[in-house]
T-cell receptor, first 110, second 118 residues
Framework: GQQLNQSPQSMFIQEGEDVSMNCTSS?????WLWYKQDPGEGPVLLIA?????ELTSNGRLTAQFGITRKDSFLNISASIPSDVGIYFC??????????FGTGTSLTVIP | GAVVSQHPSRVICKSGTSVKIECRSL??????MFWYRQFPKQSLMLMAT?????????EQGVEKDKFLINHASLTLSTLTVTSAHPEDSSFYIC??????????????FGPGTRLTVL
């Protein structure tokens, strides 16, 4: 099935730094979701966005639903070692069609 | 809330045998469950959509006779990998879509099942 373009593919950052990643598509989505997957585990929902322009925070995480409805970004502030993992965006289109991003692998160096 | 379990978490089997993986929504009812496959360092690839009481819808390229899906109740879906071969070795993840009380059909994922076929 279709996948969303996510960038960057991987990131290596120092503990305490801020992180930004984004997800883009050529199609319009009604809902954007951000998940985190730890090694050997299933994805865990971090943030859900339902309206264009919406900005939502969950602790040190902030995500925005792009105005064009074709993109979304996720920011992590003051990264810590437990932020390590793979972050996936997901979009839901009309008809409840669900698409996953290609993933961003985050490594935090203590 | 919105907890999804999978069993087993890890299975090793001989080539030619069949393996059944269970996916349960523990604290909510799910009319729709999804089965994904994930290879190392890759994203999740949707295999099939499972609707309670009806036949599953398979994605293009997924053999329905090889990957049998049964969604007999609102809290349980099973995936059976029939006559497994080494190339079927992968991480299989299910997800469940909430029936009520959830916004816009978010999917909640199970912890995954690591299948290794020798």
């Amino acid at each position: 099935g279709q996948q969303l373009n996510q960038s960057p593919q991987s990131m290596f950052i120092q503990e305490g730094e801020d992180v930004s990643m984004n997800c883009t598509s050529s199609s319009i989505f009604n809902t954007w979701l951000w998940y985190k997957q730890d090694p050997g585990e299933g994805p865990v929902l971090l943030i859900a966005l339902y309206k264009a322009g919406e900005l939502t925070s969950n602790g040190r995480l902030t995500a925005q639903f792009g105005i064009t409805r074709k993109d979304s970004f996720l920011n992590i502030s003051a990264s810590i070692p437990s932020d390590v993992g793979i972050y996936f965006c997901a979009g839901i289109r009309t008809g409840n069609q669900f698409y996953f991003g290609t993933g961003t692998s985050l490594t935090v160096i203590p | 809330g919105a907890v999804v379990s999978q069993h087993p978490s890890r299975v090793i089997c001989k080539s030619g045998t069949s393996v059944k993986i269970e996916c349960r929504s523990l604290d909510f009812q799910a009319t729709t469950m999804f089965w994904y496959r994930q290879f190392p360092k890759q994203s999740l690839m949707l295999m099939a959509t499972s609707n309670e009481g009806s036949k599953a819808t398979y994605e293009q390229g997924v053999e329905k006779d090889k990957f049998l899906i049964n969604h007999a109740s609102l809290t349980l879906s099973t995936l059976t990998v029939t006559s497994a071969h080494p190339e079927d070795s992968s991480f299989y993840i299910c997800s469940a879509e909430g029936l009520a009380g959830f916004s816009y059909n978010e999917q909640f994922f199970g912890p995954g099942t690591r299948l290794t076929v020798l």
